[in-house]
Structures are given as C-alpha cells and as structure tokens.
C-alpha cells in the first residue's frame, strides 16, 4: 500500500474501499501522534459538531471494550439510540463505528469520508498529517453528530486520555477501567505515570467511574477527580459486586451501589474481571439515570448485561476441538486471562498459541502463562511491527526454566495459520486450545475459522 498521501482537490472516492485504504495508508506513515492541536483544528472546520452529541467516555488498561459493549447494549435495551465508537477492529475497519449494534454502513462511511477529506488535506498541509486514529475519531464524530444522531455516543479512547485524540470531546459521564502495564514507551513506566494518562479524560464537574483498585494508580484517579471537581464512584466504595455464582458462559452477582441495590445480574462473559467491568458500566447507568433522566428499566438493564458480547474476549469460537480467544497482550490481562482459564474451564492438556507486536511487555505476560500451559505455540502477527517469534521462543524457554517449568513444550511457528494447524492437531477432545496475544492474531484466526478468510486489514 502506498505511503503517498493525497492533496487537496483530489477527486472524492468512488467506493467506500477507496475510503478506508486511504485511512489505513497513514499508520505506517504518522504512526502515534499525542496531541490535541490537529483534532481541534479538524473540529473547528467542521463547525465543531461533537458539541451536539453526549458522550460516555471510557478509558483504562483493559476492559475498555467490555465496558463500552455493555454499555452500548444495556442501553440500547432500554429504548434509546446508541452510537459506539471502539478500537481496534477485530475483522473489519467498519466495526470501529456502530450504531445500535450494526456497523456504519459503506454508504455512510463514503459519505463522511469525502466530506473530511479536503478538511482533513488542508490541515495536513498547515500543520501535519493527522494520524488514521485521528482521522477515524472525526469521521465517528461526523458520522454521529450529522447523519446518524444517537442519544448517546459510547465514546474509547485509543492510547491513554490526556492527548488522545478522544479527549476532544466532552463528556456527560467518564468511566476508567483498570490501570495495567501497557503502551509503556509513550505513556511512562510506572503505574502512576500511566494512571495520570488515563486520568486525563476527566473534565471539570462530570461525573467519574472506576473500577481501579490498585492503591497508586487509585490515588492518582482521586486526585485527578478532586483537582477538576469531579464526583468519583469507585468500586469497593461507592458500589461493590457480590459474585453468586461462576460457570463457563454464566456468571451472576449482585450489585450494591451507592443509589441502589440490583441483584441477581447474569452475564455471560467470563472471568471475575468481566464481572468488574459490568458492575462498572451499571454505576455509569445509574449516574445517567440520577443526574440526566435515563429511563432504565430493570428488565432491560438485566437482559442488556445478559445478552452482551465481545469478539475476541474468551471467545469461544470452536467446540470440536475447543478453541478458545482471548485479546490478553499484557501482564494484566494474562493474569486475568489465567485466573479464568483456571477457575471456569476444564479441560486434560492447555494448548496455548500467542503472537505479539513490539512494545508490548512479553516477559511479564509469560509469567502468568507459562506456569499453566502444556504447549506453547509461538507465531507472528501479520502486521508491520510483529515480534519475533524465535525471540520470543527464546524468553519464554529462559522463564521456564526460572520458574520451574522446563517441560513446557515450546514451538515456534512464525506462521500463523500453521501454527492453528499445529494447534488444532494437537487438542484432544479433552484438551482446550488457547489463542492470545495481538489482537492482529485474534482477528486473523476469528476470520479464519469462522469464515475460512483472513481478517480485511484496513478494510
């Protein structure tokens, strides 16, 4: 793909393909630019139209995308328009940019798309090319402010808060999830470094959530809320979850908030930290319905959280042989992905495939899987800044043998569709195949084995 970038007075595109390899072509070329200047150049040649929308903004480590799917579905159930904008895609671009559930259309992306295109092209020119994120931030913003109109806009943020290109908009609610090791190199080393970042989404007087519980990364949340005189619901505090009961595909709790009790919520998605991030989006419910009248009734709020999915997030996506997805890249969410493994499935031999892109933190991810796996199956995301499966090989032999855990089979298989083969082959019909890591990976193996295609990148 061409690293070229148009200029102004180019023709507008003919198909919405056209479109999105347009947008895609600025990864490898921009790469991550922090920073709020172009954003807010871009808004104010459009006539500054996300001030007509009203945002749930959601920031965090992991759980960013559970929080905002039982959200977006929560309160869709309970009869109101629902825009949602998340990242990354995990098959296709458009899935960045839904409303009520369903992808943007071609139609309506080809639209917007050549409408930003000059404004996108002039402020380029002034003052640098705005990056892809930054270009599909305002094409979501676009998209929902004058063609879709949603009475709320569930709202991610990409890379931290303070300069993400999300942070343009103001909220009427802000939620940060958990604070984990993750983007190091541009959001600082420590917890509290990163905590900041995050915390950069809170705006002055709205309300905030957080289902935080690591004390410095929590301190640094309060004192951000306190600064900008914020309301601050965190959980164990303001609201607290009653775990009832767990199974494969079944959890059910109870939750205790500072406005009212709700028991008895089911959710289907696994793991305890599934059971924060529902607990989280329920208080986010509850300030709306407090401070901004939002209608719920309860037996949509419990069949919303009910009938929440999320790709890619222990996915179950085979049963002959069992194969499970899980988007764990970190140390946070391999700790979380291995308590669940442990806790809810059963299964003889864990057959475990990973593929990572470069900043990640590999080493303190394998630390939490090695100590359960069978095999390890090493493979290559299809991306331009994909790890080195030999070298990863090579970390995780060294930590097997520091943790005791040196008959751990460990295979290298650079790539990816060989080493589903090799997996695959390998699971007995009582034995559970893992695949994690790069989100690149998941989607690839998503499309892969539920559509016998790769994952449309860019597209």
């Known amino acids: 793909m061409s690293g070229e970038v148009s200029m102004p007075g180019a023709a507008p595109f003919a198909t919405a393909r056209e479109a999105i390899d347009w947008i895609v072509r600025f990864m490898p070329v921009t790469g991550i630019k922090l920073g709020l200047e172009r954003m807010e150049l871009l808004m104010e040649r459009l006539d500054n139209p996300h001030r007509r929308l009203k945002f749930i903004h959601v920031a965090g480590t992991n759980g960013k995308g559970s929080v905002c799917a039982y959200l977006s579905e929560t309160i869709r159930q309970c009869g109101y328009e629902v825009g949602t904008f998340t990242s990354p895609y995990i098959e296709t671009y458009t899935e960045r940019i839904r409303m009520n559930g369903v992808n943007i259309s071609e139609e309506d992306l080809l639209h917007v798309v050549n409408k930003i295109k000059p404004i996108v092209d002039e402020v380029s020119e002034l003052h640098g090319q705005p990056t892809m994120f930054e270009i599909s931030t305002v094409m979501a913003i ?17 890379l931290g808060g303070t300069l993400d290109a999300t942070t343009i908009v103001t909220p009427i609610v802000s939620i940060i999830t958990n604070i984990g090791h ?3 190199d541009l959001l600082g080393e420590s917890i509290a470094e990163i905590a900041a970042h995050k915390a950069g989404i809170i705006k002055a007087g709205v309300p905030v959530v957080t289902a935080v519980t690591d004390p ?3 301190a640094v949340i309060e ?21 009832v009961s767990a199974r494969e595909d079944e959890q059910a709790f109870h939750f205790d908030g500072l406005f009212r009790r709700i028991d008895d919520v089911t959710i289907r998605m696994n793991g305890e930290h599934q059971v924060h991030n529902a607990a989280a989006a329920i208080m986010a419910i509850e ?6 009248a939002l209608i719920v009734d309860d037996e949509a709020l419990y069949k919303g959280m009910r009938e929440t999915s999320w790709p890619g997030r222990m996915e179950l996506v085979s049963r002959e042989p069992r194969l499970l ?6 140390p946070e969410g391999a700790a979380a992905l291995a308590a669940t493994l442990k806790s809810t499935y059963t299964y003889n031999k864990l057959h475990f495939m990973m593929g990572m892109v470069t900043n990640k933190n590999h080493s303190g991810y394998l630390r939490h899987i090695l100590p359960i796996v069978d095999t390890l199956i090493v493979t290559e995301p299809d991306w331009l800044k994909k790890a080195a499966a030999s070298a990863l090989a090579d ?6 043998h520091e943790l005791g855990r040196g008959q751990v089979e460990i295979i290298i298989e650079p790539d990816w569709k060989a080493a589903l083969e090799r997996l695959t082959s390998l699971t007995a019909q009582d034995d559970l195949a893992v695949v994690s890591g790069s989100l690149y990976v998941i989607g690839d193996v998503r499309s892969w084995v539920k559509h016998q295609s790769d994952s449309e990148k860019g597209w």
């Not at 997805?325 to 970190?330: C, I």
């Open 223 to 243: 004192a951000a809320a306190q600064r900008k005189q914020s309301k601050l619901y965190k959980l164990g505090a303001e609201y607290r979850v009653e775990l």
């Open 182 to 184: 993750d983007h190091m």
């Open 325 to 330: 997805l899980d988007g764990a890249h970190n």
């Open 287 to 292: 300030v709306l319905r407090q401070y901004y």
């Open 216 to 218: 410095e990364a929590l």
């Open 142 to 158: 676009e998209y929902f402010a004058r063609v879709a109109y949603p009475d709320f806009v569930v709202w991610e943020t990409g």
């Open 395 to 400: 970390m995780a032999k060294e930590l097997a």
